[in-house]
C-alpha cells in the first residue's frame, strides 16, 4: 500500500541554490588547478558570493560549473567523491534535523520536506513500493543537462547521511541514476554496494523497508519542534507559493514509471478532491494528462539523444513496451 509522499515546493520564480554549496567544490578545483575564479568569472560567479551562507546563485549556473569542473580536474566522478564527505552541517538545520531523527524514513522525508532551504527547481520525495522506502530527487527543469555531477552528488550524499547518522555499514537495495551509465562506475560501485541502475525517470534510493523503519534513538520532541520551527520560517522566506500545475508536475517526477499517476491519486496525495484538482488545473491552462505528456517528452528526448533502446525507455516512462512509445511519441507531434 503506497504511502503519500513528503514532498517539497519545488520551482520558485528563479530555480537558485545557496551559494555555499559550491564551497567543497571551489576547494576542489583550488586543490587540482589554478582555474577556479576563471571558472566562477565565465559562470558570473565571483568568489566573494560564495562568504555569504544565504546568498543564492542561479541553479543552471551551479549544474554547469560542477559539470565542467570535472572536466578541469580530471575526474569524472568529482561529484561522487565529493558526495562521501557530505557532513549533516553541510545543510544547516535540515541536516541536524535529519541527524536526530529517530528513523532513515522520518530522515528521508525531513529531507524531502524541506530541501528547498537550499535548492530550489527540485522534485524529492519519499513512497513505499514494494514494502521498501523510496527516496526520489530529480531538477525540475529538463534544460539543465548534462546533470551527472548534481545527481551523483546528491545521492551519495544522501547515503553518507544515513551512515554517518544511523549506521556506518548501512547500504541501500538499489541506487537509480536518471543519466546513463558511465564508462567507468567503479567508484558508485564501491560506494553503494548495492545493484546500479541508469537512464531511470529520477534518481533514486530503494531502503529496505525494515531498515527505514527501524529505531536507531528516541527524539527529543522539543528539540524536533524548535528546528522544524526554524526550517519552515527559512521556507517561508526562501520561496514563492508554487501553482497547483507545479505541484502536480513534481508528483509526476516523484511517482513517474514507478507508480500509476492518476487523477484520483494525486488529488489524494494534495488532499483535494478530483473535481477541485481538475478545476485548479484548468484554470492555469493544463491538465494532468498534459503534465504527464510534459514529463515524459522530456525525458524522451534525453534518452533518445543518448541512444537509448526504445523498450528501456518505454520501461523508464512507464509505457506498456515500445509500440506504446511509439504511438505516444506519434501524437506528441501532432
Request: overall charge positive.
Amino acid at each position: 500500500m503506497a504511502v503519500a509522499p513528503q514532498m517539497n515546493r519545488p520551482m520558485p520564480a528563479i530555480a537558485s541554490i545557496r551559494a555555499s554549496v559550491l564551497a567543497p567544490l571551489v576547494e576542489q578545483i583550488d586543490r587540482r588547478s589554478g582555474k577556479t575564479d576563471l571558472l566562477l568569472a565565465s559562470h558570473g560567479i565571483l568568489r566573494s558570493q560564495l562568504d555569504d551562507p544565504y546568498a543564492m546563485i542561479p541553479m543552471a549556473r551551479y549544474v554547469a560549473i560542477f559539470e565542467e569542473a570535472a572536466l578541469i580536474t580530471g575526474e569524472p566522478s568529482l561529484g561522487a567523491r565529493l558526495g562521501t564527505l557530505f557532513k549533516p552541517s553541510d545543510i544547516g538545520p535540515i541536516g541536524v534535523l535529519f541527524s536526530i531523527s529517530g528513523t532513515i524514513r522520518a530522515g528521508f522525508e525531513r529531507l524531502a520536506k524541506y530541501v528547498n532551504t537550499v535548492q530550489s527547481a527540485t522534485s524529492s520525495g519519499v513512497f513505499e513500493e514494494d514494502g521498501n522506502l523510496v527516496w526520489s530527487y530529480r531538477l525540475e527543469d529538463a534544460r539543465m543537462w548534462p546533470r551527472r555531477q548534481d545527481s551523483e552528488f546528491s545521492v551519495v550524499a544522501s547515503c553518507q547521511l544515513v551512515r554517518s547518522c544511523f549506521a556506518k555499514s548501512w547500504k541501500p537495495l538499489e541506487v537509480h541514476f536518471e543519466h546513463l551509465a558511465p564508462r567507468d562506475r567503479s567508484v558508485l560501485e564501491r560506494i553503494f554496494r548495492c545493484p546500479l541502475k541508469f537512464g531511470e525517470s529520477a534518481n533514486r534510493i530503494i531502503v529496505d523497508g525494515r531498515d527505514a523503519a527501524r529505531l536507531y534513538r528516541q527524539e527529543d520532541p522539543a528539540l524536533s519542534a524548535v528546528l522544524e520551527r526554524h526550517v519552515a520560517e527559512m521556507v517561508g522566506k526562501a520561496i514563492t507559493p508554487d501553482s497547483i500545475s507545479e505541484r502536480v508536475r513534481a508528483l509526476i517526477g516523484i511517482y513517474l514509471g514507478h507508480k500509476p499517476i492518476t487523477l484520483s491519486a494525486i488529488a489524494a496525495e494534495l488532499k483535494i478532491s478530483v473535481r477541485t484538482l481538475q478545476r485548479w488545473l484548468a484554470e492555469e491552462g493544463t491538465s494532468l494528462r498534459e503534465l504527464v505528456r510534459e514529463t515524459r517528452q522530456a525525458i524522451a528526448a534525453q534518452q533518445i539523444e543518448a541512444h537509448v533502446q526504445k523498450a528501456r525507455i518505454a520501461e523508464v516512462l512507464g509505457y506498456a513496451d515500445s509500440t506504446v512509445l511509439w504511438r505516444a511519441r506519434r501524437s506528441w507531434d501532432r
